[in-house]
């Protein structure tokens, strides 16, 4: 089992996660064309995937399902909330899931899970092939004993680091978005996402990847530090997920 990023923050998000011969895209926040162009550098193409899940319908996690869906027969899957709020899915097959039920995509086990986030009904996802399990958990604004639950034993984690909180304080944001972005449905911040790490070290535990991570309001060295402390390693053995190109296969 393995997974990659074709980018991750503010202005698009996507990851494929392989079991065997089945491939997933969680979230799609990229134009048709880049889409594409980001696949084929984890050396992919659209067909080699069975399908898109979608965690919530906020433009940087959706903008481009429709698109890439339509244009090449894709599934996609996603809860009722978020398909209520959903723009561009018209010609697309649609499964609606409910976010506490786990389903299958040919060799893949997914499991939903809801997380607090602005959105109509967000949910993160735990994905298993038998043997391994990968969680990911971006765009949350604080845990919850049921996302600790869901996380427990993972063998790899995605996990958000999203703001500093000083930087976020003294940033260029109006103090609206300042609140929305710090409160409990908005994202998490790096001594948050610490927190979390610590409840859900043990050891199977191979890989934590910082994603998320706001251009403006954090930087990749404050992400790596907090979580390195978890991790006892160094703040450069944190790989984080960027913008511009994700990050390349991690094998489980």
Not at 24 to 33: I, K, Q, S, Y
Not at 183 to 203: C, I, P, V, W, Y
Not at 217 to 226: E, I, S, Y
Request: a negative charge; hydrophobic letters at 45%; glycine letters at 10%.
């Amino acid at each position: 089992m393995r997974f990659a990023s074709l980018g991750s923050g503010s202005e698009g998000n996507g990851l494929v996660v392989e079991a065997g011969s089945t491939r997933v895209l969680m979230d799609c926040g990229f134009g048709l064309a880049d889409s594409v162009v980001r696949l084929a550098r984890l050396g992919l193409q659209v067909s080699d995937l069975a399908g898109i899940v979608v965690t919530h319908e906020h433009s940087d996690h959706i903008a481009g399902v429709g698109r890439l869906a339509r244009k090449h027969k894709l599934p996609v899957w996603l809860t009722a909330g978020t398909l209520a709020m959903a723009q561009d899915l018209g010609g697309v097959t649609v499964h609606v899931i409910d976010s506490h039920a786990v389903f299958a995509v040919d060799g893949l086990e997914i499991q939903p899970f809801p997380v607090p986030h602005d959105a109509r009904e967000p949910v993160q996802y735990v994905f298993g092939d038998g043997n391994w399990r990968l969680g990911v958990l971006t765009d949350v604004g604080c845990s919850t004993p049921h996302i600790e639950t869901m996380l427990a034993g993972v063998d790899a984690m995605v996990l958000e680091c999203n703001h500093d909180a000083t930087m976020l304080e003294n940033g260029p944001y109006p103090v609206s978005l300042k609140r929305r972005v710090g409160g409990r449905f908005g994202h998490l911040e790096n001594a948050q996402s610490a927190a979390l790490l610590t409840k859900l070290m043990h050891d199977k535990l191979q890989y934590v990847l910082a994603a998320h991570v706001s251009r403006k309001n954090n930087t990749n060295a404050l992400a790596q530090g907090a979580l390195a402390q978890v991790l006892n390693c160094t703040d450069e053995d944190v790989r984080v997920a960027c913008q511009t190109t994700g990050f390349d296969w991690v094998s489980i």
